[in-house]
């Protein structure tokens, strides 16, 4: 065991604050980007935990994010040339006008939803794959929506309650989780549902983007490929993957969105790296004799600066591991309390490379105090 690491284990205590100063400080990143990612993907659940494979887009949209996507219908049986596809629908997404019809206690609450229509059959191509029976059935009745539990409340309805959507009459069967989202409520409903809904007629016939499952998802890129060779650049095919990444990006890419989480992680980087720093620093001038006696032995100064950044690091190694289980135990919480966040390996892995490095610059920064390591002061 090195003199580095006997130390941080025999003097715990003296380290204790930086250790616990990068662990929040990585939590703090960490949660933040967790519940953001998880916010995204709860706004696009419908469309990430279908079954479907591949997304047909217009050529010049990227994401669904702030666009409205129209396909003509004529398409889809173009799509269904290609042996691997096995079944192809359109996502129906329209809006709405949400009127709750409150009892006698209660009051009423306008709010505008967006509308998305899905198939309530066994295995349809449109259908989440977390819903259950029971709720597919529900769906199956004439003007029975979903929502989510998150947004009952701020709509004034709960399961089993009447409401209007659009002038017309729906009724609250399915109650949804993990499906928020950061703008207006979202609302599902069957296609049948949704085309009763509709505002206004659609005599083009246009669709949503097409959702396609094939035969092996294993072969998704080499389809897409395919049928990107046969659109002759009036559609695109895109895989799941890639299209729910398009939306992620879209919408972290926005300003402000994209300006508080560099804001936040820079503000997080620096409380980490200041506390830090102060903590080696006081705990290396409490051992300054230590230090000294080490330089009466011969040690050079560059072996103890050395010792210094070893401990630094092993200060580093304690913070993430410390990170990454408050972290888990906040995501768990979160779960429990119904908050979408959603800790990605790779985000993880370079956060822990940041507060390992932060704490090496944080030792670096507080290697000034070597300097009153003189071996005369042993005398004293």
Do not use: C
């Not at 065991?1 to 929040?24: D, G, K, N, P, Q």
């Not at 997404?93 to 609450?109: C, E, L």
């Not at 499906?179 to 049948?192: F, L």
């Amino acid at each position: 065991m090195s003199l580095a690491l006997a130390t941080l284990i025999f003097e715990w205590r003296r380290y204790m604050a930086a250790v616990v100063a990068l662990a929040l400080s990585g939590m703090l990143v960490l949660v933040m980007l967790g519940l953001f990612t998880g916010i995204i993907h709860a706004d696009f659940a419908t469309t990430e935990r279908s079954r479907a494979d591949i997304f047909i887009l217009p050529m010049k949209v990227v994401s669904m994010v702030n666009t409205n996507i129209s396909m003509p219908a004529r398409i889809q049986p173009q799509i269904f040339m290609n042996p691997h596809v096995v079944e192809v629908r359109s996502l129906e997404d329209i809006g709405g006008a949400f009127t709750n019809i409150p009892g006698p206690s209660g009051h009423q609450v306008q709010r505008f939803v967006d509308i998305w229509g899905l198939d309530p059959f066994p295995n349809a191509v449109t259908l989440p794959t977390d819903y259950t029976d029971t709720q597919r059935i529900a769906l199956m009745e004439p003007g029975a929506i979903g929502i989510d539990a998150s947004a009952l409340a701020g709509m004034g309805v709960k399961l089993g309650d009447k409401a209007t959507v659009n002038g017309h009459t729906v009724f609250v069967r399915v109650v949804l989780h993990n499906y928020q989202s950061m703008e207006q409520p979202i609302v599902v409903a069957s296609r049948d549902t949704v085309r009763m809904l509709r505002r206004t007629p659609n005599p083009n016939g246009d669709t949503g983007p097409l959702m396609v499952r094939i035969d092996d998802p294993a072969k998704a890129d080499l389809v897409a490929a395919q049928l990107n060779a046969i659109s002759h650049g009036k559609w695109k095919a895109v895989t799941r993957k890639a299209f729910n990444r398009a939306n992620e990006n879209a919408v972290v890419g926005q300003q402000i969105i994209g300006v508080l989480l560099v804001f936040l992680t820079i503000m997080a980087m620096l409380i980490g790296v200041g506390i830090t720093s102060q903590t080696l620093r006081g705990a290396i001038l409490s051992n300054i004799r230590e230090f000294a006696s080490l330089r009466a032995l011969g040690i050079s100064m560059g072996s103890l600066r050395w010792i210094v950044i070893e401990l630094s690091f092993w200060v580093g190694v304690a913070g993430v591991l410390s990170a990454l289980v408050i972290t888990w135990l906040t995501a768990f919480a979160a779960t429990a309390a119904g908050l979408p966040l959603v800790v990605r390996p790779q985000p993880a892995a370079i956060i822990s490379v940041l507060l390992t490095v932060i704490a090496i610059v944080s030792g670096a920064m507080a290697m000034g105090v070597l300097k009153q390591s003189q071996p005369a002061d042993l005398l004293r």
